[in-house]
């Protein structure tokens, strides 16, 4: 198995080409999670402040052998904690959770427009990052006109933009715009959940053809649309599948066919950034 080379960030930072998800993986079952995955060889893992995991992220990355230099650590601003000040003393709280001085990844989870202090505490990120307490800074569930205002305050555009992206909601336009503005695309729900995309048949013939198993043929899907996937799984066997990419990329026309998948809004919920909101 050979897996595709690292992103470069617009930042100078690097991440690798597939991560681990783990929300909701809270307990003794998170922790084996991760570090089963750090095991497999995922080197970027993915939490929350919301996601109720931080410590157990944490601990799991400290009892593990992989050296600490290789390992990604991503974590997120919950929408309570918008404004500069706020900001700061909630990444002081999420590196204590994770036991970490520094934070690779860290990101506003929500924008939250109607709070409408999302500018705020990316300007406090700003500052984390100048101040060395974070590798690099980014977004999740961003618009272009929420990115555009970041840009247009500070100067600064994200690294990353964390959306929703799956067959049925392939967010193409947005794609676009971060991959001309040099924001790389990490995709959360990368295999749709309980949608369930790849059992349509269309993505089991791509699979049959290469001779991998469907939710292997969406994540080399992403991969080659230059996106990030964090697919999450407690069960190791499947942590692997997801993990391993095949040997041969999908075609142009193959690319086209999942992408065709998708519906006018094929979202998981009612996740609109311009009037979902999450504290």
Request: avoid cysteine; charge should be negative; proline fraction near 7%.
């Amino acid at each position: 198995m050979t897996l595709p080379a690292p992103h470069l960030l617009n930042d100078g930072s690097q991440l690798p080409a597939i991560g681990f998800g783990t929300y909701p993986l809270t307990g003794s079952e998170g922790a084996d999670a991760v570090s089963s995955a750090l095991e497999i060889g995922y080197r970027l893992i993915d939490t929350a402040v919301n996601y109720g995991n931080e410590d157990v992220v944490g601990r799991a990355i400290a009892a593990s052998d992989v050296p600490r230099s290789e390992i990604v650590v991503t974590t997120k601003l919950p929408g309570r904690d918008h404004g500069y000040d706020e900001t700061l003393r909630s990444f002081e709280a999420s590196a204590e959770a994770l036991g970490l001085e520094t934070i690779d990844l860290y990101l506003i989870h929500w924008p939250n427009p109607s709070v409408g202090k999302f500018a705020e505490s990316w300007k406090a990120m700003v500052q984390l990052q100048k101040d060395h307490r974070v590798r690099s800074i980014g977004v999740s569930n961003f618009t272009e006109a929420f990115l555009e205002r970041l840009g247009a305050e500070t100067g600064v555009l994200p690294a990353v933009n964390q959306i929703e992206v799956h067959p049925y909601f392939p967010q193409d336009a947005l794609v676009e715009y971060h991959r001309e503005h040099g924001i790389l695309t990490e995709a959360w729900s990368p295999l749709g959940k309980r949608a369930a995309p790849y059992q349509e048949q269309v993505i089991a013939d791509i699979a049959n053809a290469h001779g991998i198993t469907p939710t292997q043929a969406v994540l080399r899907w992403h991969v080659q649309r230059g996106i990030v996937p964090l697919p999450k799984s407690a069960n190791p066997e499947r942590q692997r599948s997801n993990f391993e990419m095949p040997g041969d990329d999908l075609t142009v026309d193959e690319i086209a066919a999942i992408t065709a998948l998708g519906k006018p809004d094929g979202r998981l919920f009612g996740g609109d950034p311009n009037t979902h909101e999450e504290m």
